[in-house]
């Protein structure tokens, strides 16, 4: 334990994903960056700058450039699923964001853990039809939707095989469909589960694959089923909270702060040093921070984390409880007292004298 202040934030991570104990926990956090139209080595450019800036022990690379489709396809009805088929993965969507997992793995020289940001098969086909349009056809029309799942599928199964090759330690897997605002738990784990975790298994080989449950009124059981080693989600404004969430799941968990409040930062880490240094958590926001997010605000949150370092060498240690020392065997007795006028003395050995005698008036 007396090197942990030396640790690097690769080695924290590590520790923080077996769940032992640290100093203080590794942090990270998600800032919207909105440069899709850039190039990826554009992309990774800030990246590596926002890495190094903040301090973050791991850094989560998010492209957000959409999924390609054929010149002028579009999904807007059942059928339209139907058309989509898998892609070798040469698109220039996915050569950007190979570029940028290239340029940032170089810059990070291993000092830093490396995820990449996949939109799952649902959250993918969410995005391009819309979330309504998607369970209309996975209930109504489930051939039609399993096949552009299939597609999907082994389109983002290739992928991930190229971006572990390119230099990301894990995927950032997007899951949205875990909501029961979009389907209850049973659906999720015969209907979408299944491509999930083949996604994750592509990547089997990855040091840490995560989940990332988007959206409200989640629920998490069947994800802690997936193969994953990190698990996140908006503790604050999507339940449940840390403790309950992380019942059953042998992994780290990811978040702890409230997305939409980065003000608030310093004041509830001081308030609660012991939470967030219990083994296993990897403590950011719940979501992506606000695109207005004063960047003070994260100097005040890097500062705080740091601050739990401090706090827990300086606190003392627990002095060490001394054992009891066996009592000596008496060679005399108190005098016990009757309740009248009356008292007992010491008797004398058998044979010194007359033991009747023991009983005197005062």
């Known amino acids: 334990m007396s090197r942990l202040g030396g640790l690097s934030p690769a080695e924290r991570v590590e520790l923080a994903l077996a769940c032992q104990p640290l100093d203080r926990p590794p942090w990270t956090c998600y800032y919207p960056f909105g440069l899709q139209h850039m190039s990826g080595e554009a992309q990774a450019s800030v990246h590596l700058a926002f890495a190094e800036r903040y301090g973050v022990d791991l850094v989560r690379i998010s492209c957000d450039y959409p999924y390609p489709l054929a010149k002028g396809q579009r999904l807007e009805r059942s059928k339209d699923f139907a058309a989509l088929e898998p892609l070798e993965g040469k698109q220039a969507s996915f050569d950007h964001s190979l570029s940028c997992i290239k340029k940032v793995h170089a810059g990070l020289k ?39 799942l299939e597609a999907v599928t082994g389109t983002l199964e290739r992928y991930a ?17 875990a909501s029961h605002q979009h389907m209850s738990p049973e659906e999720y784990s015969e209907h979408i589960a299944p491509y999930d975790e083949r996604v994750l298994q592509a990547a089997s080989e990855a040091p840490c ?23 996140g989600w908006s503790q604050v404004h999507a339940g449940p909270g840390l403790v309950r969430g992380r019942a059953n799941f042998s992994g780290a968990i990811l978040g702890g702060l409230d997305e939409l409040h980065p003000e608030h930062y310093p004041d509830i880490l001081a308030r609660s040093a012991e939470e967030w240094t219990a083994p296993g958590l990897i403590l950011a926001p719940g979501g992506p921070l606000p695109a207005e997010t004063d960047p003070r605000r994260l100097d005040d949150l890097r500062q705080a984390v740091l601050a739990l370092t401090q ?9 060490p409880r001394r054992a009891r020392e066996p009592r000596p065997e008496p060679t005399s007795y108190p005098t016990p007292r009757t309740t009248g006028r009356s008292r007992l003395t010491a008797s004398p050995p058998l044979g010194a004298g007359d033991a009747s005698s023991a009983l005197t008036e005062d």
């Open 161 to 177: 095989g190229r971006a572990l090759e390119a230099g990301a330690q894990g995927l950032f897997l997007l899951i949205s469909a």
């Open 209 to 231: 694959n995560a989940i990332y449950a988007v959206g409200s009124r989640l629920f998490l059981e069947p994800l802690k089923a997936l193969p994953c080693r990190l698990l």
């Open 110 to 148: 291993g000092t830093r853990y490396l995820l990449d940001t996949v939109a799952s098969p649902f959250t993918t086909l969410a995005r391009l039809a819309g979330h309504e349009l998607c369970l209309q056809a996975m209930r109504e029309h489930p051939g039609f939707f399993k096949s552009a």
């Open 311 to 319: 706090e827990k060498r300086d606190k003392p240690a627990p002095k």
